[in-house]
């Protein structure tokens, strides 16, 4: 008999080990490029928080970024250390609207023109929607280079040169954790620090 609460003993410790020791595994490597890529494109529902430096000619700044995408309306939010400043960006396509930390609120042209003289560049804002999930804007025509396990490694795309340095486990599957975009004198760095969708 105490043979047997013995042996019930070690059993019921390796399974309690067993269980503590056990994690969610990671997405699954290797999944067609050709899976991954339509369904992220066609993802209309994302929070994105993170930091981002910019560096544009002589001028550069940093900010916390906040993003929210709700079908083909990109909410951002950037806001400088300290709350010194900031601006609320709203684009759906068609239309782009900023907001300043003044309270000034900007729609299109004057809007494009704001943003432009506040980051020292003119961001691509309907591309940006699909490239920080890590793939190409399907509007216009990029070069891509995948890495080992089917994400994007790097891709060249009107004008931008977009590198992905890494990658996060987000509900089972990977998303951007560290972005690089360049183009002529602009250097943009993103940092994720979370996703939610």
């Known amino acids: 008999m105490r043979g047997i609460l013995r042996l019930a003993c070690v059993l019921m410790v390796g399974t309690l080990c067993a269980c503590a020791t056990v994690r969610a595994p990671p997405p699954a490597a290797g999944q067609a490029w050709d ?22 000619g002589n001028e550069g700044f940093n900010a916390r970024l906040l993003w929210r995408q709700t079908g083909t309306r990109s909410n951002v939010a950037l806001d400088s250390p300290l709350g010194a400043g900031g601006v609320q960006i ?32 003119d961001p691509p804002i309907g591309s940006l929607r699909f490239w920080v999930l890590g793939v190409p ?6 070069q891509q280079t ?22 996060m486990s987000v509900n089972g599957e990977w998303l951007p954790s560290r972005v690089t975009l360049q183009r002529a ?13």
Do not use: C, I, M
């Not at 991954?36 to 993170?50: I, S, V, W």
């Not at 004198?185 to 939610?196: E, H, K, P, S, Y």
């Open 35 to 56: 899976v991954r890529r339509p369904q992220l494109q066609a993802r209309e529902h994302f929070d994105l928080k993170g930091r981002v430096a910019v560096a544009a």
């Open 90 to 121: 709203t684009a759906d396509g068609t239309s782009l609207s900023v907001v300043t930390s003044k309270g000034d609120h900007l729609d299109n042209e004057a809007a494009r023109s704001e943003l432009a003289t506040r980051l020292g560049f």
């Open 137 to 142: 804007d399907p509007a216009t025509p990029a």
């Open 146 to 167: 995948l890495d080992n396990q089917q994400r994007l490694a790097s891709l060249q795309q009107d004008g931008w040169q977009v590198v992905y340095d890494g990658y």
């Open 185 to 197: 004198g602009v250097r943009v760095r993103l940092v994720v620090d979370g996703w939610t969708s």
